[in-house]
């Protein structure tokens, strides 16, 4: 069978392609970066052919596009599980701890794929809004506890440890992480579990 031709019209052979695309393109593009991601090397890591993927995707970029939705989107929704049993300013901060150190976040697979979404997003239009989701996303799960400045800074942590950790070699354990995420929330900066605070109306850029 040619690896190129085009695949059938009618997938339900096989229902799970199209999500094992998607997590083939992460797993390239986590170890590749996105300038050594090709179309070919994600059929052959998602074992399917060539051909397959137009029938899902109008091209590479849009078939980027989609993998960083999806990573984007698996990384506020563990945010969001983090912060929905905090009840008080100590879990709260337990929250913050666990966003910062959890498996998921300190993996080179995590921190790879961060960092290319931060590249890209600083020049292209459609990734700078899949990240600005991502970051809106991830802020209002902290802001529904800690004020606006305070989740302000806690996002900026939590960006800043990823780079460290990718050029630094996890150079901040948790206990200095714990002791961080103390001293930026004081008992004042915790509101409860309400609605998010939410930036000023002229932040409102997210």
Known sequence: MDPDAPAPRN??????????IIDAALDVIADDGVEGTSLRKIAARAGVPLGSLTYYFDGREDLIAEAFLRFTDLSAAEFRTAFA???DLASAREA???AL?????VAERGVSLSIE??????????YRAIFLRWVRRCREAMSRHFDWPTTLVLDSLYEGLLIHRHLQNHAHDEA?????????T???????????SGPPPEERFL
Do not use: F, M, N, Q
Request: charged share 30%; hydrophobic share 30%; proline share 12%.
């Open 101 to 105: 150190t959890s498996e998921s976040t």
């Open 85 to 87: 049993a905090a009840d």
């Open 96 to 98: 913050v701890v666990s």
């Open 186 to 196: 004081p008992p004042e900066s915790y509101h409860g579990t309400g609605e998010p």
């Open 117 to 126: 979404i931060y590249a890209l997003a600083l020049r292209a239009p459609r």
């Open 11 to 20: 997938p339900r052979h096989d229902p799970g392609r199209r999500d094992r």
């Open 176 to 184: 200095l992480i714990r002791l961080a995420v103390e001293r930026i």
